[in-house]
């Protein structure tokens, strides 16, 4: 080996042994003929002093070095707590160049913004940086823990074909030109699933596999035309058996990465879960539920409300919008394919305003407070149609609202089990 020891491994207690250090180049400080480089490796960052202003002098980022030296404790005030090695530094008596480096086209540094398409240029530079590195690392974590999980319940791990023939999935196919077959095509997988299926037939009864899959589909923020899934089959099982294979997966993956232990998690049908929250995915984060408002309109002289279905959503604090702001909500409904979004005010006093109250009847105005949920200073959207497309728009409204008024705990964690899903819309 070239080296004895990684940089980011030490500690204190190595304070006097000799240690052999290969990495790169992260920053130099020249002060007074001593050289500080923080060197890096996968493991991390560690402080090397150079006495020899002649080997300092030509040393520049990124270049790689092999570095010889003792392992000593840093002066007092000069340790740096931001470094797990920041208690120590070594101080270097040989140090060699094993590769110089080019002027680098950014900084690896992740403090400081650089494009994407600069990025992936020069991605064996960017994985450089501790994020992008670190992402990668934590991905193979993340597959080493499911691996383990589901090798402890006897599942086996099959490798299913990438070159196939093209299946009605939900997307295009990527095709690939058979070299000997002129005029013949395979397809690349956009699942496993037909294979799984043939593995259970065969079987094998319990099969998983970190599968790629191909879809040519246009770009979105939770699918790529490549990505992986954790694909999975079982035989003989009934749908508890299938929940506690997938909490054991989640419940050591949070623990192994994150550290968070996850109790019990909550089910929920989707037909309540689309009625409480206007999506099969809702986010438990925060408090706020959409209010079924249907058998309330009955009987409204509001041509608007006599529909399929009436819901509202209450945004809290959210009756002294400027108007301005209501028509960019409206804008927002109608970029989601909605005629636009109607809103009821609620002043301090409790008297409704807005365009929609003075189409309702002088009841509906009187119990619309309580009926909603709603208090003073409130302001009441709501969505009326078919029940579907109506808590939609609610459900989405619900988020935006959230969004606006910062009422999602980013550091919390809210599981959900949505079941009994309907097989047809």
Same mark, same amino acid.
């Given at each position: 080996?070239?080296r004895? @020891?990684?940089a980011? @491994?030490?500690?204190?207690?190595?304070?006097g042994?000799t240690?052999t250090?290969a990495?790169?180049?992260?920053?130099?400080?020249d002060?007074?003929?001593?050289?500080?480089?923080d060197?890096?490796?996968s493991?991390?960052?560690?402080? !090397?002093?150079?006495h020899?202003?002649e080997?300092?002098?030509?040393?520049?980022?990124?270049?790689?070095?092999r570095?010889?030296?003792?392992?000593?404790?840093?002066?007092? %005030?000069n340790e740096n707590?931001? #470094? &797990?090695?920041?208690?120590?530094? !070594?101080m270097?008596?040989?140090?060699?160049?094993?590769?110089?480096?080019? $002027?680098?086209?950014?900084?690896?540094d992740d403090?400081?913004?650089? /494009?994407?398409e600069?990025r992936?240029?020069?991605?064996?530079?960017?994985?450089?940086?501790?994020? +992008? /590195?670190?992402?990668?690392?934590?991905?193979?974590?993340?597959?080493?823990?499911a691996r383990?999980?589901? #090798?402890?319940?006897d599942f086996?791990e099959?490798?299913t $074909? @990438?070159?196939?023939?093209?299946? &009605?999935?939900?997307?295009?196919?990527?095709?690939v030109?058979?070299r000997?077959? &002129?005029?013949?095509?395979?397809?690349? $997988?956009?699942?496993?699933?037909l *294979?799984?299926?043939l593995?259970?037939?065969?079987?094998?009864e319990?099969y998983?596999?970190?599968?790629?899959?191909?879809?040519?589909?246009?770009?979105r923020?939770?699918r790529q $035309?490549?990505f992986?899934q954790?694909d999975?089959e079982?035989?003989f099982v009934e749908?508890?058996?299938?929940i506690?294979?997938?909490?054991?997966?989640?419940r050591a993956?949070?623990?192994?990465?994150?550290?968070v =232990?996850i109790?019990?998690?909550?089910?929920?049908?989707y037909?309540?879960?689309?009625?409480?929250? %206007?999506s099969?995915?809702?986010?438990?984060?925060?408090?706020? =539920?959409?209010v079924?408002?249907?058998?309330?309109f009955?009987?409204t002289?509001?041509?608007v409300?006599q529909a399929?279905?009436?819901?509202?959503v209450?945004?809290p604090g959210g009756?002294d919008?400027?108007?301005?702001?209501f028509?960019?909500?409206q804008?927002?409904?109608?970029?989601r /394919?909605?005629?636009?979004? +109607?809103?009821?005010?609620?002043?301090?006093? %409790?008297?409704?305003?807005g365009p929609?109250?003075?189409?309702?009847s002088?009841?509906?105005?009187?119990?619309?407070?309580?009926a +909603?949920?709603?208090k003073? /200073?409130d302001?009441v959207?709501?969505?009326a149609g078919?029940?579907s497309d109506?808590?939609? #728009?609610?459900g989405?409204a619900r988020i935006?609202?959230?969004r606006r008024l910062?009422?999602?705990?980013?550091?919390a964690?809210?599981?959900?089990?949505?079941?009994?899903?309907?097989? *047809?819309e």
């Amino acid at each position: 080996m070239i080296r004895s @020891t990684y940089a980011g @491994t030490l500690r204190s207690v190595d304070a006097g042994s000799t240690v052999t250090l290969a990495g790169w180049v992260a920053s130099r400080r020249d002060h007074g003929g001593v050289a500080f480089l923080d060197l890096r490796d996968s493991s991390g960052i560690v402080q !090397v002093v150079v006495h020899d202003p002649e080997v300092a002098h030509g040393l520049r980022d990124e270049y790689c070095l092999r570095i010889v030296g003792t392992v000593a404790a840093r002066p007092a %005030g000069n340790e740096n707590p931001e #470094l &797990p090695t920041g208690s120590i530094e !070594v101080m270097s008596t040989e140090v060699e160049i094993l590769s110089v480096s080019a $002027p680098l086209p950014f900084p690896i540094d992740d403090r400081i913004t650089v /494009g994407d398409e600069v990025r992936l240029r020069y991605r064996y530079l960017d994985l450089r940086r501790q994020s +992008a /590195g670190d992402a990668l690392r934590m991905r193979s974590k993340v597959n080493q823990i499911a691996r383990n999980v589901l #090798l402890e319940r006897d599942f086996v791990e099959i490798e299913t $074909p @990438t070159l196939t023939r093209s299946t &009605p999935e939900g997307a295009r196919d990527f095709l690939v030109p058979v070299r000997l077959q &002129p005029g013949h095509w395979y397809a690349l $997988p956009q699942s496993p699933q037909l *294979f799984k299926q043939l593995l259970m037939v065969a079987g094998m009864e319990r099969y998983f596999q970190i599968a790629r899959c191909y879809r040519d589909e246009d770009f979105r923020a939770d699918r790529q $035309p490549e990505f992986t899934q954790l694909d999975v089959e079982m035989s003989f099982v009934e749908q508890a058996d299938v929940i506690e294979v997938g909490e054991a997966i989640v419940r050591a993956l949070w623990k192994g990465i994150l550290d968070v =232990e996850i109790g019990e998690i909550p089910q929920m049908t989707y037909a309540e879960a689309m009625r409480r929250f %206007g999506s099969d995915k809702p986010d438990l984060r925060f408090d706020l =539920e959409l209010v079924d408002l249907t058998s309330y309109f009955v009987d409204t002289p509001f041509r608007v409300f006599q529909a399929e279905h009436v819901g509202a959503v209450v945004m809290p604090g959210g009756g002294d919008q400027p108007r301005r702001q209501f028509d960019a909500w409206q804008e927002w409904a109608k970029q989601r /394919g909605a005629k636009g979004l +109607a809103y009821v005010t609620v002043d301090a006093d %409790g008297v409704l305003g807005g365009p929609v109250a003075k189409n309702l009847s002088d009841a509906e105005r009187e119990g619309l407070i309580a009926a +909603a949920g709603a208090k003073p /200073g409130d302001c009441v959207f709501f969505a009326a149609g078919k029940a579907s497309d109506a808590r939609a #728009l609610l459900g989405a409204a619900r988020i935006e609202i959230a969004r606006r008024l910062d009422m999602i705990d980013e550091k919390a964690w809210s599981f959900l089990w949505v079941i009994d899903a309907p097989m *047809f819309e």
